[in-house]
């Protein structure tokens, strides 16, 4: 217990005068008929020098507990773990603007990685509208638990697991950062529990048989067939076959580079130099049918062009291998009088709905139906309220024929780290989990097994029965 001293004997802790105090500083502050006492009973400043130098003071309603937070905070000074409280008092979507540019190095929004959209729209549709306005201090353990579980789409939020879970590293980055630069003690997003991904059914992860692929191809605008056979044939994804041009198509050694991709921030069709990652950046061999069939392209377009152009000389559709073909609208600055479709760049959500159709109409779709809420944000009052609608989820997706791509090389005998390099995968294991075991059909191969031992037939490698000894 560390004894009280008078006003007159300590420096700091000082004490505050009051009113209603008897003690000598205190009357002769504020005179009045009180009662005199020896000691101070209010409350105490406590001062001390931050790192900076900078004089800075705190009340404590007691002596005992100034000169505590005294010792404390000069312990936290010199072992260099001392927070300035007044760093913390800065609202999230404050903090956002300051942070988010070391994430993405300064760069022009459509110089951003994949990751980089991603993470920017999680910050703007599910962060910034629910947590922006609070201080980094007054975020909590409990408010941050509350907001993820309303994300979720079991308990009637927008997200799904999966989705959660990314959109919840954005936050906990962004608060681990503000731990890093000393203005909060400790990152309140530690111990969160977020929600369990469910596994899916080894049948909804099977991606569809070329089969398939081809009942979808025959229903499929016919200026789009191209595009899902070389899909099928080399295993690019949906924005390397946008963004391909013909200078990286070499027909005679029947090989594509991927150089560049199309990118869509914030809805916005734009260049970029560089794929997905470092691995995009590869070469893919053309299988014969898929050469043909880009032979065929060729001579069926004589505006297309082979010049070489940088991202920054703009889209110059005349390049583009694979494009839109959309009717020009009369009194646009593109119409010529005749009414004629022109190159247009592909857009995702443009092409999904093409896919949707053919898909359904192949007879080859699957369909889940799941009630989120959305919040909707009206522009009269500017309030947001939270509305029920049903989302659709479709299978197969454009992506499967990029899993189906993988499928038939793992068939094929072909080596993992040479499906890798060809995926453009910066893992191999993501190569073994996601499309070789989507590819085996496990149950078929012990069935055949037996089959084949019920009828008397032996062959090696089939599976054998041991009598017991």
């Known amino acids: 217990m560390v004894r009280k001293k008078t006003a007159a004997q300590t420096a700091n802790p000082r004490p505050n005068p009051s009113m209603r105090c008897g003690c000598p500083l205190c009357l002769k502050r504020y005179p009045g008929a009180r009662q005199p006492s020896e000691e101070h009973t209010g409350s105490w400043e406590a001062r001390y020098i931050d790192p900076s130098g900078k004089g800075r003071s705190r009340t404590r309603p007691t002596y005992d507990l100034a000169v505590e937070f005294l010792e404390q905070t000069r312990t936290e000074i010199r072992q260099r773990t001392w927070t300035d409280p007044a760093r913390g008092e800065i609202a999230l979507a404050a903090w956002w603007r300051l942070w988010w540019p070391t994430q993405t190095k300064q760069r022009r929004i459509e110089d951003w990685t994949q990751s980089q959209l991603r993470d920017e729209g999680m910050w703007r549709n599910h962060i910034e509208p629910f947590l922006g306005s609070h201080r980094l201090f007054e975020l909590g353990w409990l408010d941050i638990q509350t907001w993820v579980n309303g994300r979720h789409d079991e308990n009637g939020g927008p997200l799904a697991a999966s989705s959660v879970t990314k959109c919840f590293q954005v936050l ?25 991904i469910k596994k899916k059914h080894p049948e909804d992860r099977r991606p569809p048989s070329y089969a398939q692929l081809w009942l979808i191809r025959n229903k499929m605008p016919a200026h789009f067939r191209p595009l899902l056979i070389v899909a099928q044939e080399t295993g690019l994804r949906f924005q390397e076959l946008a963004g391909l041009r013909w200078c990286n198509v070499d027909l005679t050694g029947r090989r594509v580079h991927v150089r560049e991709v199309l990118v869509e921030p914030r809805g916005k ?36 062009s ?33 009414g004629e479709p022109y190159r247009a760049p592909l857009r995702r959500s443009a092409f999904r709905r093409v896919w949707i159709d053919a898909i359904t109409e192949a007879g080859v779709v699957r369909r889940t139906v799941r009630t989120v809420a959305v919040e909707q944000r009206e522009e009269a009052t500017g309030r947001t309220r939270v509305v029920k609608v049903e989302r659709t989820d479709w299978w197969p997706d454009f992506h499967d024929t ?11 005998g072909v080596p993992e ?21 989507a590819s085996a059909d496990y149950a078929g191969q ?20 041991v009598p017991a000894a």
Do not use: C
């Not at 906990?172 to 369990?196: H, W």
């Not at 990029?402 to 094929?412: T, V």
């Not at 780290?417 to 989990?433: D, K, M, Y």
């Not at 037996?450 to 090696?460: F, H, N, P, T, Y």
């Open 172 to 196: 906990d980055r962004m608060l681990q950062a503000a731990k890093l630069d000393r203005r909060i003690p400790f990152n309140p997003a530690e111990g969160v529990r977020l929600p369990t």
């Open 269 to 304: 069709i734009k260049r970029k130099a560089y794929p997905k990652s470092d691995a995009g950046l590869r070469t893919a061999p053309l299988t014969g049918l898929a050469a043909r069939v880009l032979r065929e392209l060729w001579s069926e377009e004589p505006g297309a």
């Open 306 to 338: 082979r010049a070489v152009s940088a991202p920054e000389d703009g889209m110059r559709e005349e390049e583009l291998v694979f494009h839109g073909r959309n009717k020009i609208r009369r009194g646009s600055r593109k119409d010529g009088g005749a």
């Open 402 to 412: 990029r899993h189906a791509f993988a499928s038939r090389l793992h068939d094929r």
């Open 417 to 437: 780290v040479i499906t890798q390099e060809i995926l453009g995968h910066e893992r191999a294991g993501e190569v073994t989990w996601i499309y070789t075991h």
């Open 446 to 465: 012990v069935l055949a097994a037996l089959e084949d031992r019920k009828q008397g037939a032996r062959r090696s490698g089939r599976l054998r029965s």
